[in-house]
């Protein structure tokens, strides 16, 4: 045996040389197991970045123009006399928002799997969500002709601390798998309380069907996603399977319970036990606010920092809509000069975006919020960025809360309803008009852009449309270029923020596949990954898209 020897006894003796050549080996073989664990770790690092990506662009893609088929079908209907239109319009509404409740079921059960999913603990009204979800099923239920019955006992309390939307957003998945699988009789939906409340209070919301039925063997699989009780269930009566998997998963998060009792032909019960915390009576929460404010705020006071002309042109158009006349400023330095001189008083809300030149929003809103006096002052970030996590840094920042970009102005609206000061609405005036009055040529159509999308974004003002489209033409040849030059001088920073501020000119302009394009590059660049590939897919989509626009604008 290589570096033994033979003792006096016969036996055989290790050496130390084969001692210091074992220990040599061990040390090597962790080394090497030391190094691919961290490689591993790495990938699995780089991959959770790319999964977060993903699950933010395929929310916008898919979110964005369903927005448009569903606001631009309102808008046409409440323009239409012809009956049979009406009717074909009403049915685009309606299939619109069923695709859009499936989609966002699909976003939250990959959020929650990714463990992107968190719930809020706010203050709210839990008659006000009862009677909400009331006014949501009511016409569900008597469409079917059967009797949807809400009761609350009295001991249960009012103001409570929780997520009011999953909470609701639970209610209304059992209501409305109730009335799916109930063909006569009735909907019973009663919320009472399980023991005293002292800090907390322990609600058991239950729903109740005279419907069909659960088999017990087919009980277990209830809760699991894409699950329903047998393949004739889906034929007959529609769905995913992923409301009830949902809906477990939001309860759990609460650290709550749903259960069932049913029957097959008996009928079904759902409860939902959960403890909440009480709320203070004096709280006023987000969903007690009256969203007409948005509409009645003339003399509010706002600061509008952006430094992409685009999309500050139309955070203007959105706000001159409802009376007010921003001011505005091009970097997160001219917005702290203007607040500076101007002091604590003199606005109502910052509207902040994040990644600017000179110095961004995040930096910006932590020195404004370092000045005395400036503790209070509202200010919203304007972001891409709308994933838990990066939420999280906006707040930590001491942003007080976020509105999405490209804009949605139903969003919008509901964000100043939530901040601006009612002490500043003098009345209601006449509803905003989303559209123009005058008829507009139509556009022509371009490969990779949805156009339909885009125009509701600048309230169907086609003319500003088509200078904007113009401009990407005209400007968009050295995006790639500058991009190239700051990541071969090492500027990974100033090549992500380029790469950000690109994407959101696509998004904003309906170009689907280049915001795609760019979000994978931003990505790369935030990911380490170098972004090589993804830069030159980019500058090729680019030119592809130039050269599209051009020949159907005959610029």
């Keep these: 045996m290589p570096g033994n020897v033979l003792d006096d006894s016969g036996g055989f003796r290790i050496t130390e040389k084969a001692l210091e050549e074992q220990r040599g080996h061990l040390e090597r073989l962790v080394r090497e197991r030391t190094a691919e664990l961290s490689d591993a770790l790495e990938a699995a690092r780089i991959a959770d970045k790319a999964k977060d990506a993903f699950v933010a662009n395929v929310s916008h893609e898919l979110r964005t123009p369903l927005g448009a088929v569903i606001g631009l079908s309102a808008l046409a209907l409440s323009r239409c006399e012809n009956p049979a239109q009406r009717d074909y319009l009403e049915k685009i509404g309606k299939a619109g928002k069923h695709l859009s409740r499936i989609i966002n079921d699909l976003l939250d059960l990959s959020k929650i799997v990714a463990g992107r999913m968190e719930v809020e603990t706010i203050p709210f009204s839990l008659r006000n969500m009862i009677r909400h979800a009331e006014g949501v ?3 569900k239920a008597e469409a079917k002709g059967l009797l949807l019955d809400f009761h609350i006992d009295d001991e249960v309390p009012d103001r409570l601390l929780g997520d009011p939307l999953r909470l609701e957003q639970i209610l209304l998945n059992l209501i409305g798998n109730a009335i799916k699988f109930t063909p006569a009789g009735r909907v019973d939906v009663r919320i009472g309380v399980d023991g005293p409340a002292t800090d907390s209070a322990g609600l058991v919301m239950s729903v109740s069907d005279t419907g069909v039925g659960i088999r017990a063997a087919d009980i277990g699989g209830l809760f699991q996603p894409f699950a329903q009780t047998d393949v004739s269930m889906t034929r007959k009566y529609g769905g995913t399977g992923l409301g009830l998997a949902l809906s477990q998963r939001f309860a759990e998060m609460m650290n709550g319970r749903i259960t069932v009792d049913s029957g097959e032909g008996l009928g079904s019960t759902f409860r939902l036990a959960i403890r909440l915390a009480l709320g203070d009576e004096a709280e006023r929460s987000e969903e007690e606010a009256d969203p007409a404010i948005a509409l009645h705020v003339a003399q509010a006071g706002v600061l509008v920092v952006e430094d992409d002309a685009m999309n500050m042109e139309i955070a203007i158009e959105l706000l001159q809509a409802v009376g007010i006349t ?13 607040l500076r001189e101007s002091g604590p008083d ?3 809300l910052v509207l902040m975006d994040i990644q ?17 006096g400036f503790e209070r002052l509202p200010i919203v970030a304007m972001t891409a960025h709308v994933l838990a996590h990066e939420k999280r840094i906006s707040s930590d920042a001491g942003m007080s809360d976020h509105v999405c970009k490209p804009f949605d102005a139903n969003d919008f609206y509901r964000m100043l309803a939530k901040w601006l000061p009612e002490r500043r609405t003098p009345g209601i005036p006449a509803p905003v008009e989303m559209a123009p009055e005058s008829p507009r040529p139509s556009l022509p159509s371009m490969r990779g852009v949805d156009t339909v999308a885009a ?12 200078y904007w489209l113009t401009k990407f033409v005209e400007e968009t040849p050295s995006v790639a270029p500058d991009i190239r030059r700051a990541m071969a001088a090492g500027q990974i920073e100033l090549a992500t923020r380029m790469a950000h501020t690109f994407k959101g000119r696509a998004g904003t302009l309906g170009l ?12 790369a660049l935030k990911s380490e990954l170098g972004g090589v590939p993804e830069l030159r897919s980019l500058e090729r989509a680019i030119e592809e898209t130039r050269r599209e626009i051009a020949a159907a604008l005959d610029l």
């Design 512 to 523: 689907d596949d280049l915001h795609l394009k760019a979000g994978a590059l931003e990505s």
């Design 346 to 348: 003199r606005f109502d």
């Design 455 to 466: 125009l509701t974004r600048f309230f169907g003002n086609e003319q500003r449309y088509r």
């Design 137 to 139: 099923m009511a016409n």
């Design 356 to 372: 600017m030149p000179v110095l961004d929003g995040l930096s910006a809103t932590r020195l404004i919020r370092t000045w005395p």
């Design 326 to 338: 921003p001011c505005t400023a091009g970097n997160g330095q001219e917005a702290v000069d203007i």
